[in-house]
């Protein structure tokens, strides 16, 4: 048993006018039983979970639930199963259950249920609200947050999707005693991405408390998350459909989606080809002049520290690479616009950058 | 060659704001070379048309696009079709010509072409612009404005979709000259639609006309047009996610859709399907007292004058409409809400009838 109301639960809110929602972060939350009723309106609900997080923590969740007609569906586990089949099962249970435009999803795992979960919300009877309750740090400090859902195409990823914001957002930080190391480690990748875009002293602390982080100490864990979610909920308040500021999340993301395209969603998780796209943008940056050498090592360093990957799997190829980088949503005018690096705390979006440093970093990051 | 330019165009704006847009009534507006380019931003274009459609005017349509890339995709043509596959087929085609988020998609067809194109364009890299480009007088009047767009699923109609509107709607009244006279009359229930809701003007018209209209007098039709979009784009107007006066643009549409999904979207198209709904409302109005005996039957003598069914087909038996009722997406707390008539040109939503005389209806419906 949790002992969650003696726990101090921190609120992160999104600022988005009517739409404004918390996220709410704590140890044993899932124990307490003020929260959902807070943020559902109608009498059936529906979560969506995954073989992995379902066996775990679906039984806690539909106890909080048991006053509502409550149902679930558990999905199979893994980015590759972001797709347009796995999505249409959860249209399938919703019919089934003859769920109406009253209903409510729960997102209950990681980024891939999030973000499925989310899209289905978006699309049912066009539109119906979700609560998103992640359970991987990935999830927890970038997916979970900002309405963005959608699902993969053999294509391209993320490619199908909507802008659905969730109507809160409910982080258990006990619920990644069951993360495995290799999971950890993916979110710590976007958390160092924060630092990196837009909070330097945040940098500074993770390369002080890697080691804290990665040994799960929960006090460590905890600032991490809440100041993850702090950072990403200004940038979405201040951009929720990402014409400006929000692209600036994407650090690391046009060399990474192609990275998990080009091997077909499998083998590599997301926030590993996030690691390995960041030090691409970082080395691309350090080309172009705008990084100095002992930043490049600092960045390179931390995650290395954080056992991320440095490069893209050599055996893809650079040609497979640009080719999926060339279908990126953030194409313009046909030319790839890549975040880059001015410093540790300072993107920039741009397409200004010379083709043949592009190049010799794919060649480099592949050969290495 | 059409004397577009000598015609006068009528011009009803759908007035949302910053998503403000305008739908253009006129023969032979198709060879206008003004018209695309002041709704297109970027050099992608992408039209989306049917097996039907196509070889008519696909031709003429990529002639004014001839400035972009223009490239086209070709759907087979039926409400049977409006699924998750010829949907994905709009995300593969797209895709596979490097489509970016700045392009557009031009829907040319009827409600079924408008309905997937613009859900396609509201889910595209999550959101493309797009113009529709009606050429069914039920798609003129109706479904191409007001941003309602979607797919079916077998066990429900439009119950994925999304709230996305179009740049333009550009109706040229010349297509109507090759739609045959069954798909004609499925427009003018939808026409007639809009004199039972809120116009009774509008209706008496149509009784003194409709002899005109199923002639397809150009007047006639360009008026019946006109009239029919000032209505759909006042209450879209007012209330653009339904929360309201927009349900009652439903009137006939909850029965309609139960006989639609009963036969598997196929052999009754939506305009027949939703006259027999109108019928049966109107019947179940009359039973609750609302409506006297002679408006009854002018209502059903005008539906009858225009060649529409009155009642469901009775081979699909009352439990069948019954149960495909239930997954309306106007059911709220478990009770099937229907839009019903006080009299000819007012209309409401309620769930406060009489089961038994819901039951009445179907049953004298199937038995007809």
Chains 1, 2 share one sequence.
Not at 29 to 38: G, T
Not at 144 to 159: E, F, R
Not at 164 to 188: E, M, N, S
Not at 314 to 341: H, I, N, S, T
Request: glycine share 8%; net charge negative.
């Amino acid at each position: 048993m949790s002992d969650a109301y003696e726990q101090p639960m921190k609120t992160v809110h999104v600022e988005l006018g009517e739409r404004r929602y918390p996220i709410y972060i704590a140890a044993g939350l899932l124990a307490r039983n003020d929260l959902f009723p807070a943020h559902i309106q109608g009498r059936q609900v529906m979560v969506v979970t995954n073989e992995t997080v379902g066996p775990l923590y679906l039984e806690a969740v539909a106890e909080r639930l048991q006053v509502y007609q409550c149902e679930s569906l558990i999905l199979p586990d893994g980015e590759q199963y972001k797709n347009l089949a796995e999505l249409n099962k959860i249209f399938d249970a919703l019919l089934t259950r003859r769920f109406a435009r009253d209903c409510t999803l729960v997102a209950l795992g990681g980024g891939v249920i999030g973000d499925m979960t989310g899209f289905a919300a978006a699309c049912y009877q066009r539109g119906v609200p979700f609560i998103q309750v992640p359970t991987t740090l990935l999830a927890m400090v970038d997916s979970s947050v900002g309405g963005k859902t959608g699902i993969n195409h053999p294509q391209g990823k993320n490619m199908i999707g909507a802008f659905h914001q969730p109507r809160a957002v409910l982080i258990d930080t006990d619920t990644l005693a069951t993360l495995d190391d290799r999971q950890l480690r993916a979110g710590i990748a976007e958390v160092i991405k924060y630092g990196l875009i837009r909070d330097e002293a945040f940098f500074s602390w993770l390369d002080a408390n890697i080691e804290e982080l990665l040994g799960r100490d929960p006090a460590a864990l905890a600032y991490a998350i809440e100041r993850s979610c702090l950072n990403k909920a200004e940038v979405v308040a201040a951009d929720e459909r990402e014409g400006g500021v929000r692209a600036l999340l994407n650090l690391g993301h046009t060399f990474g989606h192609a990275i998990e395209a080009a091997l077909g969603y499998r083998d590599w998780l997301h926030g590993e080809a996030v690691a390995a796209g960041m030090c691409m943008a970082a080395r691309l940056s350090r080309r172009m002049g705008w990084l100095d050498v002992e930043t490049l090592a600092r960045i390179e360093g931390l995650i290395k520290r954080a056992e991320l990957p440095l490069y893209a799997p050599p055996r893809l190829g650079a040609a497979a690479l640009r080719e999926f980088m060339a279908v990126d949503k953030k194409v313009k005018a046909g030319q790839v616009r890549l975040v880059l690096l001015r410093s540790i705390g300072e993107a920039l979006m741009t397409a200004d950058y010379a083709q043949g440093q592009l190049e010799a970093v794919l060649d480099e990051s592949l050969s290495s």
